[in-house]
Structure formats: structure tokens, C-alpha cells
């Protein structure tokens, strides 16, 4: 599948901060040959879609329910998303640790997006929920997995990229050749070195917040 630059806005920009990065962005996303995935919260994802309507660069969401539609107060089912959203990221390690999310659900919440044409993002930290994600996810085709070792999210301390390759091969060889996208203090200083080791791109969250920074990702990404 394609090589993946995804933004993970997670809870951090308005709508009126979407709208600016995006539109002082936009050129540079579009000259991409790596796919650019932007994920808003679901709030901005409307007004985001409109704005990247007819260009190369995708949108994202950053969960989706693991029910279909119905009472379920709350949730924002896949139907609702698809023909906005091209992926979904789901299992983000921020939702297992704060919402308790499990690999049942996790699993689920697959399933949905893939019924509704979305194309899954999932995210583990350790070796333990790839073994869990090999027992019960079914096929693998069509889903992005994202490697984001702990220790690495949201701080500047990214797993370097040698240690990281080692354990692209421990989880290639559970999952098989799945695209492995990494994630975890990504930035214009080391983008390139996961790539280089065989990553199939990369998760940025922090520093997908600021557009000149994510600019500059994107740029390198493509050297
Ligand atoms: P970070 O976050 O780039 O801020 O480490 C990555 C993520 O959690 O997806």
C-alpha cells in the first residue's frame, strides 16, 4: 500500500486552528508523493474535508464507534463517516490507558470501518497486542498497523530507528508482511531515518501541530 504521513491533531486544535493550517499548508501537502493523512477531531472534520476536497491529500478520523448505527448515545458510527473520512485511526494507546479500550473493541471498530470503506489505522505499543491483534483480527489485508512504543509518545525521546527496525521484524514476523507505520516523537530531525529502515511512514502527533513543522516533515519524508 501506499507510504503514509499522518497528523494526529489528537484534542489539540479548534476549528478556527484546523482552517489555518490547513489553508497555509495546503500547496505543500498536495506536492506530496507520500500520502498525506490529516486527522482532526470530529468537530473539525466537516469543514477540513471541504477544504481538502479535490486534492491528493487524505482525511482521517481519529475513532470510530464499534457499533453500528443505533441508540448508542455518543458515538460517531462508520456510516456517518464514510465519503468524509478515507482512514481511521483506532487503539491508540491514549484510549486504552484513558477510556479503557480493549482489543475486543478494538477488533470491532475494524470491522466497521472496513463495512464502510474506511481504511484501519491500528496502533499497539507491544509485542502483547500484536499477539492479541493476530489472534483475533482476521485477515490483515487492507489494514495499516502503527508501532508507538510508549515511552516515546508525546515526549522527545522517539525510539531510534535501529532499535526500532529490530522490532518492525519481531512484528512482521507475527502479523506477516503487513504495512508497519511508526510513530512516537517523529519530526523533521528523524522522519527520515524510519523510512529508511523500512517503516511503511509515519504517526506525527505533537509535531504535526505546528503547520511550518509538519511542512518541513513532509518535505524531508519526500527526499
Ligand atoms: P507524538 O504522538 O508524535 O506527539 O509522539 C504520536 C501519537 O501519539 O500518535
Known sequence: MEKLIVANWKAEKNMSQAVEWVKTIRHVLEESRLKVVVCPDFVSIPVVASLLKDTSVALGAQDVSSWEKGPHTGEVVAESLSGMVDYVILGHS????ELSETTTMIVKK???????????????????????????LGPTTGI??????????????????????????RFKEILGDVDLLYGGGVEEANVGSYLEVGFSGVLVGSASLDEGQFAKIVRIANT
Request: one cysteine or more.
Open 110 to 136: 475494524v470491522a466497521q470501518a472496513q463495512n464502510s470503506g474506511i481504511i484501519p489505522i491500528v496502533c499497539f505499543s507491544s509485542i502483547e497486542e500484536v499477539r492479541d491483534y493476530h489472534r483475533n
Open 94 to 97: 491514549e484510549r486504552r490507558l
Open 144 to 169: 495499516y498497523f502503527a508501532y508507538e512504543p510508549l515511552l516515546a509518545i508525546g515526549t522527545d525521546n522517539p525510539q531510534d530507528s535501529g532499535e526500532a527496525k529490530k522490532q518492525l521484524d
